[in-house]
């Protein structure tokens, strides 16, 4: 069947089996591979991305489900030559140990802050109730989504663009 | 010896490898481009113990899609069989539920799963035995346990000094299996080119990844490359390959030479990617009435897997812990047919502190005394098992320094007596030490670039733990650079030699190999090098080994509330302080102190893999019933550390970190759960129902 969707402001069509989930298409068929795929269950959270500015696991979600929707993945997070306040926050405030499930993360917190620009800490809880951190403890994870909240987008600088090249300078 | 003068170190340095995470690029072992890739999907055993007596593969051969159907009876020969984990579809033999016993390469995952599940197979199943129970009818006494150590030890006459103690504690402590559950699912891509082997794997440890396989493929450790830049946790179950690393390199064979990729599922990883075996562990406590201890025993059965011998070394801890002139350790094991057992967060020290340290609060409170002072009337001046001085044993240090900055003084000694809005709320401790495990076999190379950076390499791996940014600091350091001046390179095969990311041993083994690297590339080129100038350094074993028993040492306090109604237990406050030698970066340290202190509260309240003995199942087995701790399940938490630079512990003065917040943790849980209630369970995990009577 074929579907198109907006992911990350760009328009995608494709012909798919009805079967494949929307983790496994924006990872195999797009080739974005910072959304992860944990847990098959929907338990863990590390597959969630943005689907019309709700957060939604993507690994219970087709991907013909999401034909005629606007998809954010973490790759879709910086723009304009700006980290994310949250993307900024997380290294700021050492959100992220391994960082496997810091894109899910990140993605659960800018759905929160585009409705809530000043959540406090039991609301950013309550946001992320949903996905695990294996690592960290998660404080500083809530942290590191105050400090986006306390930076918003435009009110300082918050990083330089997400370059390509620098992907290959870290994986050499 | 001469230590390095902190200058890099010590530094709270922003993550080097935070970028390329925040911005989804950084590449786990499956997210490497792979050129016209298969995927495999595995089929598991559904009896615990017997053969294969009959594999239909017909109907999934000729699904669209499937490039090969493998079975026992179709797959390529290993050239050595005898690690029965490893030896993947290699016999009609079934060790225990879950284990692999054909597999499915397609073109795409999807058409690998339903493949899969239209394989057919038939059994002769046997008998089997998958609960452990301590009178287990064959249980064994292995030749060593873990760590190489031995399997029992005594001094004195433990059984008459317990006829003889007037205060005697003899409880048994129960701890359940667990899984490591790191967020990214045991994962390997692998492909055949001729006869070399690119492996992308989930690894704690590359070149240990190669020598292992290597002898299986029949070539040598220098035609198989494993890659592994960043992985997305392990906490042990990483450390080891295991079965389906074998499995995607076998099903590599057979497609032409295209790469095969395959991540566990996580229902599959219960089965397949180790877990920490169950413990019963009978402690004996015998004192004086003030509390001194005279003798102390410690008497383990665990489990290992009857394909693959696992021994636990879960009584090590009460070898070194405590004086004692009478003391007995033994390890015995209930060999079952269930999926192998491996490494897991402090393994040992971890389960072993929950039967020590709980049996300490039972002794304090029948000798009417502060727990923290039992622990201080029975410090030994030398580790009592090797008669050696400690490097540095500040355990009591981090105990006064914990109680003051945790309020112990405000804890009520008459357990039960405190209850705020319905919750009986209560405080405990417990000791956690770590042994600091310097590896000796690893090199680091330095090479001056044109463009003015050193490049430092090393076949190191980061889990997340931090290493890329602590081996830069360390480099820095050592070349008495900035860290911006430092390019490292690390989890490649390609890279000179490394040990595993795991026990704690990390950070101090390779970075001592950076450290004889920078010292011999200064020796060679001098402060101003030109561009291709190299030099190589090596680890050592540590000379202070011989003399010194090394260990770090922590205390762990918590506050329970357990609801008097309805005994939902929280844990509404923790705080760890660690010796653990020199701390190289503060922020990615404390990180690892509370994860440790994370799994604790995880391994004290929910982690528990069930296993129905009938059909050798492991039930809860995935996210939803195996539980770890989510956010609401984490409140307060500090980490402290004493300042302290180990000199016994290598050029680096540093020991380790990445195990010592586990340990002792759910004993200092379960002994405020105690002091909440009066209810001691002796039993993990502290669910509801325990606290029920």
Known sequence: MQISMSVNGNEVTRDIEPRVLLVHFIREELGLTGTHWGCDTSNCGTCVVLMDGQPVKSCTVLAAMADGHEIRTVEGLASNGALDPV??????????????????????????????????????????????????GYATIVRSVQWAANHPVGSAATGDAADPSEAEEVTA | MRVQQPAATGLDLERVDGRAKVLGLAPYAYEHPAENPTYLYPVQSTIARGRITAIDTAAAETMDGVVAVLTHLNAPRLADAADKELAVLQSDEVGFRGQFVAAVVADSPEAAREAAARVRVQYHQEPHHAALRADHEDLYKPEQINAGLETDTQAGDPDAALASAAVVVDRTYTTPAEHNNPMEPHTTVAQWEGDRLLVFDSTQAVHNARKTLAPLFDVEVEQIRVVAPHVGGGFGSKGLPHAHVVLTALAAKVTGGRPVKYALTRQQMFFLAGYRTPTIQRLQLGASPDGRISVLTHDVVEQTSAIKEFAEQTAGISRMMYSADHRRTTHRLASLDVPVPSWMRAPGECPGSFGLEVAMDELAEACGIDPIELRVRNEPAIDPETGKPFASRHLLACLREGARRFGWERRNAQPGTVLVDGWRTGIGVAASTYPARRQPANTARIRFTADGFYEVQIGAVDLGTGAWTALTQIAAEALECGPEQVRLQIGDTDLPVATVAGGSSGTASWGSAIIGAAQM?????????????????????????????LHSFGAQFAEVQVHADTGEIRVSRM??????????????????????????????????????????????????????????????????????????????????????GIVGAAAAVANAAYNATGIRVRDLPLTADKFLT
Not at chain 1, 87 to 101: A, W
Not at chain 1, 102 to 123: V, W
Request: proline letters at 5%; hydrophobic letters at 35%.
């Open chain 2, 575 to 660: 705080l760890g302080v660690y010796s653990a030698g020199r701390i190289i970066n503060p922020r990615t340290a404390r990180s690892q102190f509370l994860g440790g202190m994370t799994m604790g509260i995880g391994m004290a309240l929910h982690e528990q893999s069930v296993m129905d003995e009938r059909f050798g199942m492991i039930v809860n087995h995935d996210f939803a019933d195996y539980h770890v701790p989510s956010n609401a399940d984490i409140r307060q938490l500090e980490a402290f550390w004493l300042e302290e630079v180990d000199e016994h512990a290598g050029p680096l003065g540093a020991r380790g970190i990445g195990e010592i």
């Open chain 1, 87 to 136: 993307q900024q926050g997380f290294m700021e405030e050492h959100g992220l140990q391994c960082g496997f499930c810091t894109p899910g993360m990140m993605l659960t917190a800018r759905a929160l802050l585009d409705k809530n620009p000043h959540p406090d800490d039991g609301e950013i809880r309550q946001a992320i109730s949903g996905q695990i951190c294996r690592c960290t």
């Open chain 2, 521 to 549: 590339f200064r020796k060679e080129h001098g402060g101003f090098p030109s561009a291709g100038d190299t030099s190589e350094g090596d680890g050592e074993r540590n000379p202070a080994g011989k003399n010194y028993a």
